[in-house]
């Protein structure tokens, strides 16, 4: 093989190396991301969970803690989303939109449950 057609090769791979990852990273997806709390402030391990109303498709998260959750990658278009932590409150958004290429910011309070008491 001469020397310019290895060149030509080699910068061919280069080329490659470098836009495939680029290229993998979806364009127009959206984020969605913010905090989930309670009464006393940042709720860790609280699940977000999206569904898709058109495709069905589901991704999740579990909060920080610091409360903070993100989830990356979702397709534009109206998504339900469901927010649950153990001993407190759910709460269900029956329609929420994403929109391509942004970040969708959505804050969400859980009430803690109070053990019933009684005689």
């Known amino acids: 093989m001469s020397h310019p057609m ?5 910068g061919i791979f280069l080329l490659l190396l470098v836009t495939v990852p680029v290229a993998m990273k979806l364009p127009g997806q959206g984020t969605l ?12 391990k609280a699940s977000v969970e999206t569904r898709n109303l058109i495709t069905g ?21 109206k998504y339900s ?18 929109e391509s290429g942004t970040v969708t910011r959505k804050d969400f309070l859980l009430l803690r449950i109070r053990p019933i008491t009684g005689s």
């Open 6 to 10: 290895r060149y030509l090769l080699l």
């Open 81 to 98: 989303v469901w927010v649950h932590a153990e001993e407190h409150t759910a709460v269900w958004i029956p329609m929420l939109v994403v």
């Open 57 to 77: 498709a589901d991704l999740h998260a579990i909060s920080g803690s610091d409360g903070q959750y993100r989830i990356d990658g979702l397709s534009p278009g």
């Open 33 to 44: 991301e913010g905090v989930v709390s309670n009464e006393t402030g940042p709720l860790a």
